[in-house]
Nanobody, 123 residues
Framework: VQLVESGGGSVQPGETLRLSCKIS????????LGWFRQDPGKEREGVAA????????DYVDSVKGRFTISQDGAKNTVYLQMNSLKPEDTGMYYC??????????????????WGQGTQVTVS
């Protein structure tokens, strides 16, 4: 399985970005897809996750109402729509895959496949 992110960039506060995560050779062993962000010197933080079984979604409190995670099965792509961006949303954003989504979806240790990341800067 390979994950390739795209869509990052530099925007001003209040603007919008949509991140994409292209998934190749996804197998039944990976049914949970998540987005994480990381600032230099800090731990990777779970932002949102979606389960391909039932399309259940989860979000960290700081992005609820502003970010939306979705997937397009036909395109093997997961999206993160980010609206009303704030400076604190700045970071490297990573797409990740796990066997399944659970109560600890926000922990990086739950995921075993990672993309290379895409930078988001809000200033």
């Amino acid at each position: 399985v390979q994950l390739v992110e795209s869509g990052g960039g530099s925007v001003q506060p209040g603007e919008t970005l949509r991140l994409s995560c292209k998934i190749s050779r996804l197998t039944f062993s990976s049914t949970c897809l998540g987005w994480f962000r990381q600032d230099p010197g800090k731990e990777r933080e779970g932002v949102a996750a979606i389960s391909s079984v039932g399309l259940v979604t989860d979000y960290v409190d700081s992005v609820k109402g502003r970010f939306t995670i979705s997937q397009d099965g036909a395109k093997n792509t997961v999206y993160l729509q980010m609206n009303s961006l704030k400076p604190e949303d700045t970071g490297m954003y990573y797409c990740a895959a796990a066997v399944r989504c659970g109560g600890n979806w926000y922990l990086a240790s739950e995921y075993n496949i990672w993309g290379q990341g895409t930078q988001v800067t809000v200033s």
